[in-house]
């Protein structure tokens, strides 16, 4: 006797070859019925014999498409409706919306397969893709996902395109970018001023031009890069200078894991990561004694790589290179580049050669950036690959939308259990950033098609994203504090409920009293806070000139810690210091002039690289942290610390480890002992006051959050020593924790605030 059921799919399930899939499944157990695309997924009735559908129901979560996500199946049983076949139902216009769309996928091993084998009618075709692979959120304009809401609406599909696009047993049924030499976009190679130079062969002719030593700017899939042969040494300075970026490491991105091998280590966990569909670019430690040009990455002993994702980079790295410098086509902070002419204009004058393609980018997207620590990808910038895969609430919350802070910018938008954390937009620091953010929440808003009850904002009032918030009057606006978003972001990707004692190491972030904070300890919920510890105050000389200058915070931990009779024995002061600067700062100080206090975390970091000279300025954020970090040789020594109950806080003394950072860096300890012992202080530190506090508070769960957490030695170490203490730890994984956190965590407290 024949059953019926209907069986609801809901996850990431359209425009990833879903619905042939089930087609062909369907067919394969001679089943009937029909499959369609509903606002929440899918929805599939399938009738036939009982054994037959529970063949059906078993491999259809394991056999899905490669792109699928599946978060939940519900079936229920029907009467039987006697159909007499299989078939795809056209799904109504509109009615898609509410469905994941899938990120942007790197080159399948089917069309990877077809771009090199010379008999068939996309070799070498850099387009190439199908329903597995290819690009998706960075071409679509809105929903649903067809092809004339792409920037393929101007290709019309040739004869054998349009036979595959509409024969469901074939691997290109519903590929929106699917294209061929004769009806898709092209790629052709110009010179600085755009002028054409070559379509017959632009790929090779790049790639002879690149092992020239030229900087080439490439249109990709999220943007443009700027690519230069990442051996030669004069090549990759050129392109340095030219882009205005002085030491920040560059990305790297070779044909293969084996070409990878003969400059970096790569463990079993990053090798997963780097062939994953998503393709980031993962850091890895550099191989001593490589190819590899050393300005790629200056005193770094790591190295960003990734291999190519889409076919014109198979096709690039098929000439023999170990590794082309693969960066962000921008100047310096400004977003990444998107458009033909856009790009002549603003890379006109760092790159010598174009090459082009006619295929529009919609929406920029950087490369994804991770890292793994403790067996477990951490992302350091999220974008494309990763976005729009939402992240997981334990609950479904009002719409709402997040602006997040000021650096590493992101946006967020809730739909029911779902945040949408937007692709990495930059530091809000000039108007271009702003209107990618404003392009961004656009786009994101239309293709969720979420209408949000509220806007959410940091509590700095001179950050753009709040001047956005206070200038427009459609949305209810809510201020939320920066290392609260911080912690509850962590607490969000956790899917954890109620209070937890919140680490928000960080950077900085603005106060509910109007000082700068960045080393606090907070027991949070999802809705308030209260802070519990934080590191005493120091003054920051020249407020936002000390986070570029970490000298001016080394003068100020010792002043804070000896008193201005430090700076009167010549002897014991590095010289490089000028007597008359440091005496401008402690008149600053004194008199608290544009000295505004700190707790911050990130500014210890900079006053002890500082102070055991290595960095008195930085070229990008964080640079004199991460160089303390990197030199780090591993001690049982430590310095001594204290913190102490005042009232109800508890006030972390700086000043007592700075002492005695000052008497190793007088007496002549190198940095990486004194690396090494600050380090270990804050490790033990840290999981001292954490037990303490947790005692205190009556809690067992520890949330760590903040830029400071990117340090890998502090995140391993403090970790698994607050874990070995009993206490269960939480860091952070599928959101950095960095400040691109902050916007997850501002959605989730103000929808939870919305809702109670
Ligand atoms: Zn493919
Ligand atoms: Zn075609
Ligand atoms: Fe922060």
């Known amino acids: 006797m024949a059953l019926r059921l209907r069986v609801h799919i809901q996850g990431i399930v359209q425009g990833v070859g879903f619905r042939p899939f089930v087609y062909q499944l369907a067919h394969r157990h001679r089943l009937n019925g029909y499959v369609v695309n509903t606002p929440r997924g899918v929805e599939i009735e399938i009738e036939g014999a009982q054994e037959a559908l529970q063949h059906f129901l078993r491999e259809l979560p394991k056999t899905a498409p490669p792109l699928a996500t599946i978060t939940q199946i519900d079936t229920e049983e029907l009467p039987a409706a006697d159909y007499f076949n299989f078939e795809i139902k056209s799904s109504e216009e509109g009615e898609e919306r509410a469905a994941l769309i899938s990120p942007d996928t790197a080159t399948c091993s089917d069309c990877l397969r077809e771009l090199f084998d010379q008999q068939d009618r996309r070799y070498l075709y850099p387009f190439i893709n199908c329903t597995n692979c290819g690009p998706r959120y960075t071409i679509i304009n809105d929903i649903p996902y067809d092809r004339p809401k792409t920037s393929m609406a101007g290709f019309t599909m040739c004869k054998e395109c349009s036979r595959e696009y509409y024969d469901p047993m074939d691997r290109r049924f519903h590929a929106q970018p699917n294209a061929c030499w004769s009806c898709g976009p092209q790629v052709w190679l110009a010179d600085a001023a755009a002028e054409v130079l070559g379509i017959s062969k632009p790929i090779s002719e790049a790639a002879d031009l690149l092992s020239q030593g030229a900087i080439l700017a490439v249109k990709g899939l999220g943007g443009f890069h700027l690519a230069v042969d990442a051996t030669q040494k004069e090549a990759v300075e050129r392109l340095r200078w030219r882009k205005g970026r002085e030491e920040k490491p560059l990305a790297l991105m070779s044909s293969s894991l084996e070409q990878i091998e003969t400059y970096a280590f790569i463990g079993e966990d990053e090798r997963q990561l780097l062939t994953s569909s998503r393709r980031p670019i993962v850091i890895v430690p550099r191989r001593p004694g490589n190819i590899i040009a050393s300005e790629v990455a200056p005193r770094n002993r790591y190295l960003g790589v990734m291999l190519p994702y889409t076919p014109l980079h198979h096709l690039l790295l098929a000439h023999p290179f170990v590794a082309l410098v693969m960066t962000s086509g921008n100047i310096s902070e400004e977003p990444i580049a998107i458009d033909n002419l856009e790009a002549v204009k603003r890379l006109g004058d760092i790159a010598d050669y174009f090459l082009f393609h006619d295929r529009d980018i919609l929406l ?64 809000l620091e000039n108007l271009e950033t702003l209107e990618f953010l404003e392009q961004t929440v656009d786009h994101l808003q239309r293709i969720l098609e979420v209408r949000p009850r509220l806007l959410i904002h940091d509590l700095h009032p001179d950050y753009l994203t709040t001047q956005v918030a206070e200038a427009q009057d459609e949305l209810p606006t809510m201020a939320v504090q920066h290392h609260h978003a911080h912690v509850v972001s962590c607490m969000a ?195 001292e006051v954490s037990q303490y506090l947790c005692k205190l508070h009556g809690l067992n769960r520890v949330v760590c959050s903040g830029g400071v957490f990117q340090n890998i030695f502090l995140l391993e170490n403090l970790e698994e020593k607050l874990a070995g203490s009993g206490l269960e730890v939480y860091t952070p994984e599928l959101i950095p924790a960095n400040d691109a956190c902050i916007s997850l965590g501002q959605a989730v407290i103000g929808a939870m605030r919305l809702e109670g």
């Open 364 to 427: 920029r997207s950087d490369d994804s950036v991770l890292r793994i620590v403790r067996a477990r990808p951490r992302q350091i910038r999220r974008s494309r690959g990763y976005v729009p895969v939402p992240i997981f609430l334990r609950k479904s919350v009002p719409e709402v939308l997040a602006l997040g802070g000021e650096l590493k910018g992101t946006i967020c938008l809730t739909k029911e259990n779902r945040a949408f954390v937007g692709q990495h937009i930059g530091d």
């Open 493 to 687: 990707e956790h899917g954890l409920e109620g209070k937890v004692l919140g680490l928000a190491l960080d950077g900085t972030g603005y106060g509910e009293d109007g000082t700068v904070w960045g080393g606090e300890i907070l027991v949070a919920d999802e809705k308030n806070y209260e802070r519990v510890a934080h590191f005493e105050y120091v003054p920051m000389p020249g407020g936002a000139k000390a986070i570029k200058e970490p000298w001016r915070m080394a003068v100020a931990y010792l002043w804070a810690t000896f008193g201005k009779e430090i700076f009167k024995d010549e002897r014991r002061l590095p010289t490089r210091w000028e007597r008359d600067q440091i005496e401008i700062l402690v008149q600053m100080m004194q008199r608290g002039l544009n000295s505004p206090l700190t707790s911050s975390c990130g500014r210890l970091f900079d006053g002890v690289a500082a102070l055991a000279g290595l960095r008195d300025r930085i070229a990008y954020e964080g640079q004199a942290a991460i160089e303390l970090e990197q030199c780090l040789e591993q001690t049982t020594e430590k310095y001594r610390y204290e913190f102490r109950q005042v009232g109800e806080k508890v006030l972390l003394s700086p000043t007592t480890i700075f002492e005695q950072v000052y008497e190793d860096a007088v007496s002549g300890v190198g940095p990486p002992l004194i690396s090494g012992k600050f380090h270990q202080t804050l490790i033990e530190m840290f999981a």
